[in-house]
């Protein structure tokens, strides 16, 4: 086993976060006679209100109901503009990371006490430097997940994309953390079937780039290790029967676990092809980090071996080969390599935005040279 008792590492992490069936009960009393605006979509609002436990809450609701798939910089600063002149006590993210991610600008956005003369209320430069308009008290942040995939109800990041320049924007800072996190299986147990696929993928992959990262510390190494085991398990369960609880539950927790990972080491090089193929080509995010897991697994086995034996070990897998082994065999029982390969163009054009793939704060977080032949040969092997 890999030793890293001599390396210095560092963690902080504040979400009171709430595990399992049942556990957003523990919400109701902290929410109760609060005015809340909720952030979700309009698939998300129906679920809301109908829920036994949500939609009995006591509370003075108002409602952002139409964030879309990867929220976009115009819509989100519409959004910012029409509740300017109201006042919150909290925000309530209800959804999955695209839900969370405007969730989270809307709560740096519309917090109160804003520096006089600063355009704080303006998304583009709160993206732009955070370091200056963020460093005070934002809304506070709830976070209740109904996907298991991105993990953000326990990162301090929001993905925001500028559709019209085909650009995916990172706010990201301290203060974004949620207060707390409500992870209750029972609220994916709707998820629909591509949903539940794609997302899943996604939340095994955050546990693997925080593996192949520079970043990665004995904590992190950890939960990833756990996470990667049980979402080896439960994706091709939940594949074959949707309806599988446990698998649910199992799914959940590697969403969870990945996400506390990624919240101290951020994402990789996975990530940062992906975001291009989302942008340019609508490829699901999940898909897109999946479409070259398997190559970028297959790249670390051959030139650092080393990265995956700890992981190895610590899931029950054995060796650094076993592992992989067993990853790809997920990914080709979903049959993922075709099904990406189908919805993107032919590798010419997929060589062409290479440049687009070097994502900064992404791509140089992977624990190997990233050349751009090293780019080419992953995206070959794809």
Not at 9 to 19: D, E, L, R, T
Not at 104 to 118: D, M, V
Not at 356 to 369: K, Y
Request: aromatic content about 4%; hydrophobic content about 45%.
């Amino acid at each position: 086993m890999q030793s890293q008792s001599a390396q210095s590492w560092s963690a902080h992490n504040p979400v009171a976060v709430h595990f399992g069936p049942g556990c957003r009960t523990a919400l109701r009393p902290r929410l109760s006679g609060q005015k809340l605006l909720v952030v979700t979509t309009a698939r998300g609002r129906a679920q809301f209100t109908a829920d036994p436990v949500l939609g009995t809450i006591q509370a003075d609701l108002s409602w952002v109901d139409t964030v879309q798939p990867n929220p976009g910089l115009t819509d989100t600063q519409a959004e910012i503009d029409r509740l300017a002149g109201q006042s919150f006590d909290a925000v309530l993210a209800f959804g999955g990371g695209s839900a969370m991610d405007a969730a989270k600008a809307l709560a740096a956005a519309l917090a109160p006490s804003l520096t006089p003369g600063l355009p704080c209320r303006d998304l583009a430069t709160l993206i732009a430097d955070p370091g200056t308009h963020l460093d005070r008290p934002l809304l506070p942040l709830h976070a209740i997940t109904t996907t298991s995939g991105t993990g953000a109800e326990v990162t301090p990041f929001a993905t925001i994309w500028d559709h019209e320049n085909r650009r995916k924007l990172s706010l990201a800072s301290p203060r974004l953390f949620p207060q707390t996190a409500i992870v209750d299986p029972e609220l994916t147990y709707g998820l629909p079937h591509a949903a539940t696929v794609s997302t899943s993928l996604d939340a095994l992959n955050q546990a693997f780039e925080s593996v192949w990262n520079r970043n990665r510390t004995p904590l992190t190494t950890l939960m990833a290790a756990r996470a990667i085991a049980l979402g080896l398990d439960a994706i091709p369960r939940l594949a074959a029967d949707p309806g599988d609880h446990t698998a649910r539950a199992m799914i959940a927790e590697t969403s969870l676990l990945a996400g506390l990972c990624i919240s101290q080491t951020r994402t990789a090089i996975c990530h940062s092809i992906s975001y291009p193929l989302t942008a340019h080509f609508g490829l699901a995010h999940g898909m897109a980090c999946a479409f070259t897991m398997g190559a970028v697994a297959d790249l670390v086995l051959e030139r650092a071996p080393e990265a995956l034996s700890e992981v190895a070990a610590l899931s029950g897998h054995g060796t650094a080969t076993a592992l992989v082994a067993a990853l790809h065999r997920v990914l080709a029982a979903l049959d993922i390599s075709a099904r990406c390969r189908a919805a993107l163009p032919g590798t010419e054009a997929l060589m062409a935005l290479r440049p687009d793939m070097h994502t900064p704060g992404r791509a140089d977080n992977f624990s190997l040279e990233m050349n751009d032949d090293t780019l080419a040969l992953v995206l070959t092997r794809s």
